[in-house]
């Protein structure tokens, strides 16, 4: 009978412990909350160094500024013309409306300041995939650019 209960128990506990692994498995495929601010603050430290040399690392991905679905964006702060992006560069950003409708690049436009790191949240889908999901998006004003770095609510 005791033999038994420990190998229920030790069965349990197996499965526990699986469960939960391949649940940090899924969570481990998606950047976080904590990982898109920190992204953020190097692209603000990399701007400050050499804009040129990190608009270009941004829109390559270079250095770890992709990192699954994490990566930065940079628009002029004068006319929103987006210098960097995976695949909306050369766009508006003041044009950019969230898939439910919000005006994100509007309300990232007119609320950017310098030194402050402020979010939004809008509805996006991941890239590659249809499906909106809820994302919220750090951002701030660097120079003459507006960058951010947005991350999906799991």
């Not at 987006?82 to 909306?88: E, G, N, R």
């Not at 950003?93 to 990232?108: E, N, R, S, T, W």
């Given at each position: 009978m005791m033999r038994h209960l420990s190998i229920a128990i030790g069965l349990a506990a197996t499965l526990v412990l699986s469960s939960s692994s391949s649940f940090a498995a899924e969570e481990a495929k998606f950047g976080s909350e904590q990982e898109a601010k920190a992204m953020l603050e190097k692209a603000v430290a990399a701007l400050k160094d050499d804009k040129a040399k990190a608009l270009a690392m941004f829109n390559k991905g270079e250095g770890g500024f992709k990192d699954r679905d994490l990566y930065?964006?940079?628009?002029?702060?004068?006319?929103?013309?987006?210098?960097?992006?995976?695949?909306?560069?050369?766009?508006?950003?003041?044009?950019?409306?969230?898939?439910?409708?919000?005006?994100?690049?509007?309300?990232?436009?007119?609320?950017?300041?310098?030194?402050?790191?402020?979010?939004?949240?809008?509805?996006?889908?991941?890239?590659?995939?249809?499906?909106?999901?809820?994302?919220?998006?750090?951002?701030?004003?660097?120079?003459?650019?507006?960058?951010?770095?947005?991350?999906?609510?799991?």
């Open positions: 930065v964006f940079c628009a002029n702060a004068s006319d929103g013309v987006m210098t960097a992006h995976p695949y909306l560069k050369g766009e508006l950003l003041q044009d950019i409306v969230g898939k439910k409708g919000f005006p994100l690049g509007k309300a990232i436009m007119e609320t950017a300041a310098e030194g402050k790191i402020q979010s939004v949240t809008y509805w996006w889908p991941r890239p590659g995939t249809e499906t909106p999901l809820e994302k919220h998006t750090f951002y701030t004003k660097v120079g003459d650019q507006i960058c951010g770095v947005g991350y999906y609510k799991q």
